[in-house]
């Protein structure tokens, strides 16, 4: 059974920092893009980053560039996401994405990817 659980998610205050994790299992992990979507109420879904494979080449949209960092441990089979410098417009439900490495794009294109996890809440507020 393909598993994507995300965790970490809360409420934090401005400025502050929050950790994701998305555990993975009943795939191959490591044959994956893994990505970072999210969605505020009344919102579109948004792609916030993406890493690859090996190479660990990463893209951010720019609304988190330089605060946001993508990682992956695939001995773990655990894709991480890193927010600092965290801003009311955060806040929305943050999905954890796995493409095949073959589909795999930049901007990161939600239609090709092939499992998503359930969701974690982040909410920026003070």
């Known amino acids: 059974e393909v598993q994507l659980v995300e965790s970490g998610g809360g409420l934090v205050q401005p400025g502050g920092s929050l950790r994701l994790s998305c555990a993975a299992s009943?795939?191959?992990?490591?044959?994956?893009?893994m990505g970072w979507f999210r969605q505020a109420p009344g919102k579109e879904r948004e792609g916030v980053a993406q890493?690859?494979?090996?190479?660990?080449?990463?893209y951010y949209a720019s609304s988190v560039k330089g605060r946001f960092t993508i990682s992956r441990d695939n001995t773990k089979n655990t894709l991480y996401l890193y927010m600092n410098s965290l801003k009311p417009e955060d806040t929305a439900m943050y999905y954890c994405?796995?493409?095949?490495?073959?589909?795999?794009?930049?901007?990161?294109?939600?239609?090709?990817?092939?499992?998503w996890g359930q969701g974690t809440q982040v909410t920026v507020s003070s």
């Open positions: 994405a796995a493409v095949f490495f073959v589909m795999c794009t930049e901007p990161p294109d939600p239609a090709r990817f092939n499992y």
């Open positions: 009943g795939f191959t992990f490591s044959d994956y893009c």
């Open positions: 890493i690859k494979l090996n190479t660990g080449r990463t």
